[in-house]
């Protein structure tokens, strides 16, 4: 056949394992801590032996290390692979100048997230120029329901999706001032609509403060991703809130209809 072997459909049982190893990537890369064989076993209903030879596959691969305790963490391949899609993302590409503006207006931090699977996820950071700054890696994933971008990007659900994610979630405290009472949450997000912006404050990491603002598709209005500007908690004030939300909804606006060129 010209142009080399015909493509194979994979059977059935190729497609579960598949699934099975990205299950077990998955659950190592959400863990903030190394996690044993066992955990894994629990976490994704497979036995201690199945768990054991899928992530063995990984580390074979460099996707997963284990280690001297018999615990498993991510590999350096998983970070190459993020770090080539954050290279090669358009959005990251689009907004980056924009961040990076922002940073110098602000002087602190300022991040680039879109909402994935239940997660947000940084896809380019400006960092402030303190010895002291906000410091997150891009391409960590991070729950939504305790961080200013989260709630953003929350607030953006059709009331359906956001119902399914708090029917889902669970609202593990990150701090004391953790929001982990559902009726609550949805107060939060319901105030996030209202008023167009959020605060974390301290919600998610001690001494940790942020406020981020949706950018929406241009031509439809829906939220598409959100920035967000972070500071340790002694540079916070309430008094800088509204000129800081105007910094970033300037550069919201101003990254929005470029992303809705990308969807042609």
Known sequence: MPGGRPKTKAAPDEVKSVAKVLDIL??????????SVSDLARATGFTVSNAFRLVQTLVARG?????????????????????????????ATLARPQLESLRDEIGETVYFVVFTNGEIVQLCKADGPHAVSASIRSAEREPAYCTATGKVLLSGLSEEA????????KLKPYTA?????????????????????AL????????????????????????????SVAMPKLRFKRTGVPRWRKLLEQRAAAIAPPLGLLDG
Do not use: F, K
């Open 162 to 169: 956001l119902r399914a994610y708090l029917a889902d979630v």
């Open 177 to 197: 001032r953790t929001i982990t009472q559902r009726a609550r949450l949805e107060r939060e997000i319901e105030t996030v609509r209202s008023e167009g912006y």
């Open 63 to 91: 996707y997963v290390l284990q280690d001297a305790g018999r615990n498993y963490v991510l590999g350096a391949r998983a970070y190459q692979l993020a770090s080539a899609y954050l290279q090669g993302s358009d959005l």
């Open 26 to 35: 998955e659950h190592v890369a959400a863990a903030r801590q190394p996690v």
């Open 200 to 227: 974390d404050l301290e919600e998610y990491a001690d001494n940790l403060c942020c406020l981020a603002v949706p950018v929406r598709d241009p031509r439809s209005g829906a939220v598409t991703a959100a920035i």
